[in-house]
Each structure stands twice: as C-alpha cells, then as structure tokens.
C-alpha cells in the first residue's frame, strides 16, 4: 500500500486538502499520513531553566496541536474508511514535510494553498512553493 503525505494545520484549505486526500487514498488504496508542524528553531541562546521550561512547553503544544489539529483531521480519514497514521513535530513545515515524507516513502504529498499564517502568501504559501521546488515526488496544492 503506498503513502501519501498530507500537510494540515487549522485553516479551511486543510480541511479541503484532508477531504481530497481522502478520496484519492480511497480511490487509489492509499495510506495518508497526517502531519502538522509546529514552527519551532532550536537555534537561541538560553539559560538552563529556560530550556527547562521550552521543554515542558515543547509538550504542551504537541498535546495541543494533537487535539486541536490533528484529531478533526483524523475524523475525516476515518470517515472515509482510509488507513492513516498521525505525526506532529516541531520545525520548519517545508523541510519536515519533505523528512516525514522520505521518511515514510510517501509517493504524493498535499497540502492546502493557504495555511493558517494568515500572511496572504506574500510568496505564493510559501511551504506549497517550497515543496512544489524541492520535493522528489508530486505536490499537489489545494485551493
């Protein structure tokens, strides 16, 4: 069963790539992996309390990336009867995409036009574009 790589986040256009992921895994016999990334750079200068504490926190926003996020897109795998597997990690979205992707050997990845930035894509949503120049298999970007 090939993988195919689907990026979320909380914005509609996720909603709608999770929903044509769905149909494309049922169509194709697919499994979707579910991936959100949290921004995240490990580059900073801090005291040891406060990476204490940036860990601690680090697991607050999995937890609540994993509920707020991943768990409604999880709903519409499972309403759609596909096979799925649900991934949130810190980092950069496009590099961690294209890593969950090698990763996993997905031959697809999707994501939505418009992530919840709120930036009107001041460079054309910058992760789909990223992605679309540095992805070794298809991108396709949601509308």
């Known amino acids: 069963m ?5 990026g979320v986040d909380n914005s509609e256009a996720s909603t709608r790539a999770a929903e044509f992921a769905v149909d494309r895994a049922q ?7 579910l991936v959100h990334v949290i921004p995240w750079t490990p580059f900073s200068f801090q005291t040891a309390s406060e990476n204490e504490h940036r860990h601690r926190e680090r697991q607050r ?3 609540a990336a994993t509920e707020q996020v991943i768990a409604p897109m999880v709903e519409i795998c499972e309403r759609g009867g596909v096979p799925h597997e649900e991934i949130v990690r810190h980092g950069k979205a496009s ?9 996993s050997g997905a031959v697809h990845i999707i994501v939505g036009r418009t992530g919840d930035s709120g930036l009107r894509d001041a460079v054309f949503g910058s992760v ?3 992605l679309a120049q540095h992805a070794s298999v298809p991108v396709t970007v949601v509308p």
Do not use: F, Q
């Not at 590099?95 to 990763?103: G, P, Y």
């Open 95 to 103: 590099e961690t995409l294209l890593d969950i992707s090698a990763e």
């Open 128 to 130: 789909a574009n990223r």
């Open 27 to 33: 169509k194709n016999h697919w499994k979707i992996v």
């Open 61 to 63: 926003e999995l937890e």
């Open 2 to 6: 090939d993988t195919i790589v689907v």
